[in-house]
């Protein structure tokens, strides 16, 4: 009785090791290369500093597609709270009714794309990559307005555009890391 026991345990768990390796997504179970990351940051308009940004992240070594999309949101999240504070502090420092109106509605934009953004991280999250999509090109197109709003009246005494470039750069590399999760 006992051997028979240890033979059905045994079996039970080995049925339960395969029914989780089975789960595990594809992409897991492939560590991305440099190359790999090059080939993301080709597509984008500054790859030498794209490839930068995931190099300033010590995730993006050793981690798989999922792990690479999760460091571009994280660095991503990160600016856009940056650049989000440094507006609400420029609308506070300035007397320009010109300029607080745009660095106001800036200030706006970006708190819209880290909502956008942090969405993208649930997300991922819940392998809903698919539906990531349409929030990361939300994000992209708040930053768009805010790069605009300047470049229609080029009012921008602190050269805050360089700052919005960073983040559109970050947005797009969120966009097509995550492209490749949905393939």
Known sequence: MASFLHVSISSVLISMALIF??????????PLK??????????????S?????????SRSL???EKGIAE????????????????????Y?????????????????NYNDAIRDLQLVKKLLDINRYKLIHV????????VI????????EPIDPVQIDYQNEEFKLLSYMVKFTTDRLVK
């Open 135 to 142: 929030e990361i090109n939300d994000a992209l197109q708040e």
């Open 92 to 108: 506070r420092d300035t007397k320009d009714s010109k300029l607080q109106e745009k660095y106001i509605a800036c200030s706006k």
């Open 21 to 30: 390796l089975s789960v595990i997504p594809s992409s897991m179970c492939n």
């Open 145 to 152: 307005n805010c790069i605009s709003a300047f470049k229609r």
């Open 71 to 90: 460091v571009a949101v994280d660095l991503a999240l990160n600016k856009a709270n940056e650049v989000h504070n440094q507006y609400n502090q420029l």
């Open 49 to 57: 500093e794209c490839l930068n940004q995931f190099k300033s992240d």
């Open 34 to 47: 440099e190359n790999d990351l090059i080939h993301i940051c080709s597509k984008t308009q500054n790859a």
């Open 62 to 64: 050793n981690t798989d």
